[in-house]
């Protein structure tokens, strides 16, 4: 019996791929796990049925929520990963010589061990002698954190629903500022400029209220609703310097490179166009 798996982005599309095995299903506190054998994609990670990562095009993902805030800044040593229990942004953290130490903080504790088991080259880095992991609502911790306590804050949230939701507010994006050193960058990710254009725009200008000059920067993620995926990124100092790349790092990285680095700010008109006064 051939089994497909389809995930509806609008009510009338969405993507869908053949399953060759499903490897597990549980149920955590806070949502629904599942883990799929692709033929195209190979492994993927569901929570509550919609795609977080696929084997296939997880590196793009990984790569550009932390290469492009992390050299935009001169030299972090402190990062903070808020959500991405499955590892991946973890990984390419510890890249960076530099990094003295990452705190991952996610709510569910099933994303952490499911990963581990079931997608060991993403989650590798959660093995690190680096990284700390803490299993807390990410809102609370950064609220509870000491002034100038990272150089970076890489939010790796799911969809802005439920949980995620606070992690979107102007409360959030403040706490973050007071827990940046006084050259800190902070990135989100921030949906589909294709699919979720009003929610960019208010973000964008939710997170100017705090953050001087935030900037969108974009790179495409396949098996993610519409094909095209966006970050937000600020600097607590001035960020006229976007786009800014420090250079001494050959990092071993399959998509990201200077030149994407340089583009990927380069943003649509129609974006441009959203987001004008």
């Known amino acids: 019996m051939t089994v497909w798996y389809t995930e509806k982005h609008t009510p009338h599309s969405g993507i869908t791929m ?30 509550d049925g919609l795609v977080m990562l696929t084997e296939r095009d997880e590196f793009v993902y990984h790569e550009m929520i932390t290469h492009v ?19 991946g942004t973890v990984r390419e953290v ?19 061990e499911v990963s581990r ?38 939010v790796d949230s799911t969809d802005p629903v439920g949980p995620a939701q606070a992690l979107f507010s102007e409360d959030f994006f403040r706490d973050c500022f007071k827990a940046l050193s006084p ?8 949906e589909s400029p294709f699919q979720h254009l009003s929610f960019m725009v208010d973000t964008h200008r939710c997170m100017g209220k705090v953050f001087p000059g935030p900037s969108f920067y974009l790179a495409p993620v396949p098996t993610y609703p519409g ?3 966006s970050f937000l990124l600020a600097s607590k100092a001035d960020s006229g310097s976007f786009p800014r790349r420090r250079d001494g790092a050959n990092l071993p ?6 030149g994407i680095h340089m583009a990927c700010f380069e943003i649509p008109r129609f974006l441009e166009e959203a987001m004008a006064p």
């Open 253 to 258: 990285t399959r998509y990201y490179n200077r």
């Open 117 to 154: 088991q079931y997608l060991p080259g993403v989650s590798a880095g959660l093995d690190d002698p680096r990284t700390r992991i803490f299993y807390q609502d990410g809102v609370e911790f950064v609220a509870g954190e000491p002034p100038g306590s990272y150089d970076a804050i890489l």
């Open 69 to 87: 805030p992390l050299n935009s800044h001169p030299g972090p040593k402190r990062v903070l990963v808020i959500g991405g229990g499955d590892g």
């Open 183 to 190: 050259e800190g960058v902070f990135v989100t990710q921030s």
């Open 18 to 47: 053949e399953v060759k095995e499903s490897l597990f299903q549980g149920q955590s506190e806070y949502q629904t796990l599942q883990v799929l054998e692709t033929y195209d994609f190979g492994r993927i990670l569901l929570l």
């Open 227 to 229: 094909g095209t995926w």
């Open 94 to 112: 510890l890249k960076h010589p530099q990094v003295r130490e990452v705190t991952l903080v996610e709510i569910d504790r099933m994303v952490v």
